[in-house]
């Protein structure tokens, strides 16, 4: 057993301390706080580049979408490969190349793409790039988390970096920008320049605040065989029935955060005659509620099962709520109802209870591999990925055919189908019918890791 084995065993054999029972690795504290930082600054830009695009650059609704369905399929790619590649040169150097990827980029965007040549192609190619930023960033930590956590308490470990997640994209994001345009009065374009501060600055105090060493270093013992390292997650995905479904069920999870971001901005505007700030403050509410209860699923995922909280409290709320952002503003505004706005902000924070009740998806992911954590959240990262572009994608695909009503109804439905996929995961989580994959089970790995033997 290797050194970082022997004392991640002790750790595990010791009392615990207050920040074990709140599943919270000590000493990872200064990258949650980086990565709500960084997560701030890339959420600032989520729901005002589309009506900026339209308004300042000619951009249609489809073309928008295409703009970031561009940019969703790097952070799909990205996704994907950030745990291989955190358990072949470390979390922390993944980290490293996901920041200065999204800071080189955003400034080509910004300064020369929007501000110099206002260039349409320049515009898709370095948005585009700049999508392989955020996922090395974000994902490198997830995968460091899965590697030192204590494995009693994963889920609620996991569910800290969710409360970090989505503390910043899209909660205080939505927030900063709202603050921005309707208090500072800025130009949305001068918006997105403090969100490249808000990156730089949570990118220096995860980097320099941790000195966790595990995460320091390759978590594989053989990280020589690069092509088998990163190849892992890609056979276990086509191997394992399981770990496909894992990636469509996180998928479907965040299409509609994506895909809202195109249209509702317009919907809000055009049919409801509210405005874009409003739109951000429902954005800010879905995911402050989500936040807490980030925690409280990871912790009830742990006790009433992985797969049963999915499916009805992640999936099955997911798909209600959803069908009333629309369908409860609509009918109240034609009526007239002077609530009809505080109504859909509360309909709202229903949703963002439901996509809380996905947390336990990523603990599921890693039982299928659960000593090589990196290649099992492949599958998972890749379902994150996808959604970034298959909800723009859909948009531009399908708005100009089902307008508004008949994006939401989709959504809805993708719910539902991803409420049958979290069913059939029963049996990954031990005491609950079922235990995770035998190693003979899953397909040849290069080598175990070692921070995660037991």
Same mark, same amino acid.
């Given at each position: 057993?290797?050194?970082?084995?022997?004392?991640?065993?002790?750790?595990?054999?010791r009392p615990d301390s207050f920040f074990d029972r709140l599943g919270l690795p000590r000493p990872l504290i200064w990258g949650f706080v980086g990565l709500t930082l960084f997560m701030i600054g890339d959420g600032v830009e989520t729901n005002i580049?589309?009506?900026?695009?339209?308004? #300042?650059?000619?951009?249609?609704?489809?073309?928008? =979408?295409?703009?970031?369905?561009v940019y969703g399929i790097a952070v799909a790619i990205a996704a994907f490969f950030s745990a291989a590649l955190s358990d072949l040169w470390g979390p922390r150097k993944v980290m490293i190349i996901g920041a200065v990827i999204w800071i080189v980029f955003e400034v080509l965007f910004l300064a020369v793409a929007l501000a110099a040549s206002s260039n349409t192609v320049l515009?898709?190619?370095s948005y585009g790039?700049?999508?392989? @930023?955020?996922?090395?960033?974000?994902?490198?930590?997830?995968?460091?988390?899965?590697?030192?956590?204590?494995?009693?308490?994963?889920?609620?470990?996991?569910?800290?970096?969710?409360?970090?997640?989505?503390?910043g994209l899209p909660t205080l994001g939505a927030a900063t920008a709202s603050v921005s345009l309707d208090l500072f009065g800025l130009s949305y374009y001068q918006t997105l320049w403090i969100s490249l501060i808000l990156v730089v600055a949570g990118a220096a105090v995860a980097l320099i605040g941790v000195k966790e060493k595990t995460g320091r270093a390759p978590l594989v013992e053989n990280s020589d065989q690069v092509w088998s390292t990163l190849t892992f997650g890609l056979k276990l995905l086509v191997t394992d029935?399981?770990?496909?479904?894992?990636?469509?069920?996180?998928?479907?999870?965040?299409?509609?955060?994506? =895909?809202?971001?195109?249209?509702?901005?317009?919907?809000?505007?055009?049919?409801?005659?509210?405005?874009? /700030?409003?739109?951000?403050?429902?954005?800010?509410?879905i995911y402050a509620v989500n936040i807490p209860c980030n925690l409280f699923f990871g912790w009830l995922g742990d006790r009433l099962g992985w797969s049963r909280t999915v499916t009805w409290c992640g999936a099955l709320v997911c798909a209600v709520s959803m069908l009333g952002l629309y369908v409860v503003p609509d009918y109240a505004v034609s009526q007239g109802w002077a609530a009809a706005y505080p109504l859909t902000l509360l309909i709202?924070?229903?949703?963002?209870?439901?996509?809380? @009740?996905?947390?336990?998806?990523?603990?599921?992911?890693? +039982?299928?591999?659960?000593?090589?954590? @990196?290649?099992?959240? +492949?599958?998972?990262?890749? /379902?994150?990925?996808?959604?970034?572009?298959? =909800?723009?994608?859909?948009?531009?695909?399908?708005?100009?055919?089902?307008?508004?009503? @008949?994006?939401?109804?989709?959504? #809805?439905?993708?719910?539902l189908v991803a409420g049958l996929f979290a069913a059939a995961l029963r049996g990954t989580q031990p005491g609950f019918h079922g235990v995770p994959a035998p190693a003979a089970d899953a397909p040849a790995a290069p080598a175990p890791v070692a921070a995660t033997t037991t």
């Amino acid at each position: 057993m290797s050194p970082d084995a022997l004392a991640r065993e002790a750790a595990n054999t010791r009392p615990d301390s207050f920040f074990d029972r709140l599943g919270l690795p000590r000493p990872l504290i200064w990258g949650f706080v980086g990565l709500t930082l960084f997560m701030i600054g890339d959420g600032v830009e989520t729901n005002i580049l589309a009506p900026y695009l339209t308004d #300042a650059h000619g951009f249609s609704i489809p073309l928008a =979408g295409s703009l970031v369905t561009v940019y969703g399929i790097a952070v799909a790619i990205a996704a994907f490969f950030s745990a291989a590649l955190s358990d072949l040169w470390g979390p922390r150097k993944v980290m490293i190349i996901g920041a200065v990827i999204w800071i080189v980029f955003e400034v080509l965007f910004l300064a020369v793409a929007l501000a110099a040549s206002s260039n349409t192609v320049l515009i898709f190619v370095s948005y585009g790039l700049r999508g392989f @930023g955020y996922p090395f960033f974000a994902y490198g930590f997830l995968v460091w988390i899965s590697a030192t956590a204590n494995a009693k308490r994963l889920a609620m470990s996991i569910g800290w970096f969710y409360v970090a997640f989505s503390a910043g994209l899209p909660t205080l994001g939505a927030a900063t920008a709202s603050v921005s345009l309707d208090l500072f009065g800025l130009s949305y374009y001068q918006t997105l320049w403090i969100s490249l501060i808000l990156v730089v600055a949570g990118a220096a105090v995860a980097l320099i605040g941790v000195k966790e060493k595990t995460g320091r270093a390759p978590l594989v013992e053989n990280s020589d065989q690069v092509w088998s390292t990163l190849t892992f997650g890609l056979k276990l995905l086509v191997t394992d029935r399981r770990a496909l479904l894992v990636m469509l069920t996180r998928m479907i999870n965040s299409i509609p955060t994506y =895909g809202m971001a195109i249209f509702f901005p317009a919907l809000f505007v055009d049919r409801f005659q509210w405005s874009v /700030g409003q739109f951000l403050i429902l954005t800010t509410v879905i995911y402050a509620v989500n936040i807490p209860c980030n925690l409280f699923f990871g912790w009830l995922g742990d006790r009433l099962g992985w797969s049963r909280t999915v499916t009805w409290c992640g999936a099955l709320v997911c798909a209600v709520s959803m069908l009333g952002l629309y369908v409860v503003p609509d009918y109240a505004v034609s009526q007239g109802w002077a609530a009809a706005y505080p109504l859909t902000l509360l309909i709202g924070a229903v949703f963002g209870i439901g996509l809380a @009740g996905f947390v336990p998806l990523s603990a599921i992911a890693v +039982s299928l591999a659960p000593k090589h954590p @990196g290649a099992a959240m +492949s599958s998972y990262n890749l /379902g994150i990925g996808a959604a970034v572009f298959a =909800g723009p994608l859909l948009v531009a695909l399908l708005y100009g055919t089902l307008g508004a009503a @008949g994006m939401v109804y989709l959504f #809805a439905a993708l719910y539902l189908v991803a409420g049958l996929f979290a069913a059939a995961l029963r049996g990954t989580q031990p005491g609950f019918h079922g235990v995770p994959a035998p190693a003979a089970d899953a397909p040849a790995a290069p080598a175990p890791v070692a921070a995660t033997t037991t």
